[in-house]
């Protein structure tokens, strides 16, 4: 079946311009996950979303960060006036049930954001 | 003190080595515990979970040690394939967020 995807694959930016990145989850996932990886870096938990709850954004890194998930589905990550510090991949991720136990995280291929 | 510490690597190995991977966690209420596997310029990949009794898929051997935070991978007679960036992964009971090792980097070479 299809996996996570995500849009765009690669994106190059100028500093100060707002980008919007795209995740869709597998169907019937319930919890969504961004995270980001810097070079050099592991994955850092930027926000999560199951079902109608309130998303947790304990992980976004500046106001400068916000995300929604439309419909219980499509995700989209929102970075505004970008810094070049922003420069990283953004995965997304998705999972059947949202806690606890060993259920599995699926990654998405993961958006390569360059801020010049 | 990082939460995920892995070691540093690089690791580059003949094939049919047998390889291991160390990592350590800060956090005493992690309760599960993954290794995911990378490849280059590819997105995380569960390679597999790790139980308290230990547990073994194929070639793969994973144990985890409560007491002193520690979990491991071992790999027997490492094939070419295996090459990639080994994530050492920590998540509590009451939490949902996966804490990532910065990973080990693993070549095997013919």
């Known amino acids: 079946g299809a996996g996570v995807s995500q849009s765009p694959s690669n994106k190059v930016t100028e500093k100060g311009k707002d980008v919007e990145l795209r995740c869709d989850p597998i169907?019937?996932?319930?919890?969504l996950y961004w995270y980001r990886q810097s070079l050099g870096q592991g994955l850092e938990f930027l926000i999560y979303?199951?079902?109608?709850?309130?998303?947790?954004k304990s992980g976004l890194p500046s106001d400068r960060f916000s995300a929604e998930r439309t419909g219980g589905s499509v995700s989209t990550l929102t970075i505004q006036r970008t810094q070049q510090e922003d420069s990283a991949v953004y995965l997304c991720?998705?999972?059947?049930?949202?806690?606890?136990?060993?259920?599995?995280?699926?990654f998405g291929p993961g958006t390569r954001l360059l801020v010049l | 003190r990082k939460e995920v510490e892995q070691d540093p690597g690089p690791f580059n190995v003949p094939e049919g080595a047998t390889v291991a991977f160390n990592c350590t966690y800060s956090?005493?209420?992690?309760?599960?515990f993954f290794w995911y596997r990378q490849d280059c310029r590819k997105e995380p990949k569960l390679l597999m979970s790790?139980?308290?009794s230990g547990n073994e898929d194929g070639r793969f051997t994973a144990q985890l040690n409560r007491a002193s935070q520690y979990i491991s991978l071992l790999i027997r007679d490492s094939k070419l394939s295996d090459s990639a960036t080994y994530l050492c992964?920590?998540?509590?009971?009451?939490?949902?967020?996966?804490?990532f090792g910065k990973g080990t980097l693993l070549t095997v070479n013919p």
């Open positions: 991720a998705s999972s059947l049930v949202p806690s606890g136990g060993q259920e599995t995280q699926y």
């Open positions: 169907s019937g996932h319930t919890a």
């Open positions: 979303f199951q079902g109608n709850s309130a998303p947790d």
């Open positions: 956090n005493s209420a992690s309760q599960s």
């Open positions: 790790v139980y308290s």
């Open positions: 992964v920590v998540k509590e009971s009451s939490n949902y967020k996966l804490t």
